[in-house]
C-alpha cells in the first residue's frame, strides 16, 4: 500500500504562483513513476506532470510547459509541483499520483494510487 498527501493548494490571482507538495509514505520503493493530475468541475481528469524517482525526467502537458515545474526530493519521498503564471483555467483539484509502471505515462489508467486531492482556484 502506497499513501500520499498533497499540500499547497489555495486561492491566488492569475499571475500567481502556488508550490503543491506529495509525501508519498508506505511501499513506494518499487516504483518509478510520480505524476500529478487534475480535474476541473464536468471535465474528466487530465495529466499535469511527472517525473522519474531514479534520474528525474520530467514529462509536462503542453498546457503548463514553460509555467510548472515538477521536481522530488528522494529522501523525502516527497513530489513538488511549481505552478507559475497561474491563469483561470488552472482551477482545479490537484491530485498526485502513483505511476503502475516504471515509465510515465499521460493517462490515468497508468496510476493506481491517488492521493485525496488539492483544491486551487485561480481568479482572473
Known amino acids: 500500500q502506497v499513501q500520499l498527501v498533497e499540500l499547497g493548494g489555495g486561492l491566488v490571482q492569475a499571475g500567481g504562483s502556488l508550490r503543491l507538495s506529495c509525501a508519498a509514505s508506505?511501499?513506494?520503493?518499487?516504483?518509478?513513476?510520480m505524476g500529478w493530475f487534475r480535474q476541473a468541475p464536468g471535465k474528466e481528469r487530465e495529466f499535469v506532470a511527472a517525473?522519474?524517482?531514479?534520474?528525474?525526467?520530467?514529462y509536462y502537458a503542453d498546457s503548463v510547459k514553460g509555467r510548472f515545474t515538477i521536481s522530488r526530493d528522494n529522501a523525502k519521498n516527497t513530489v513538488y509541483l511549481q505552478m507559475n503564471s497561474l491563469k483561470p483555467e488552472d482551477t482545479a483539484v490537484y491530485y498526485c499520483?502513483?505511476?503502475?509502471?516504471?515509465?510515465?505515462?499521460?493517462?490515468?489508467?497508468?496510476?493506481?494510487?491517488w492521493g485525496q486531492g488539492t483544491q486551487v482556484t485561480v481568479s482572473s
Open positions: 508506505g511501499n513506494i520503493f518499487s516504483r518509478n513513476v
Open positions: 517525473i522519474t524517482w531514479i534520474g528525474g525526467s520530467t
Open positions: 499520483a502513483v505511476g503502475a509502471g516504471g515509465r510515465p505515462v499521460a493517462v490515468a489508467l497508468g496510476y493506481n494510487y
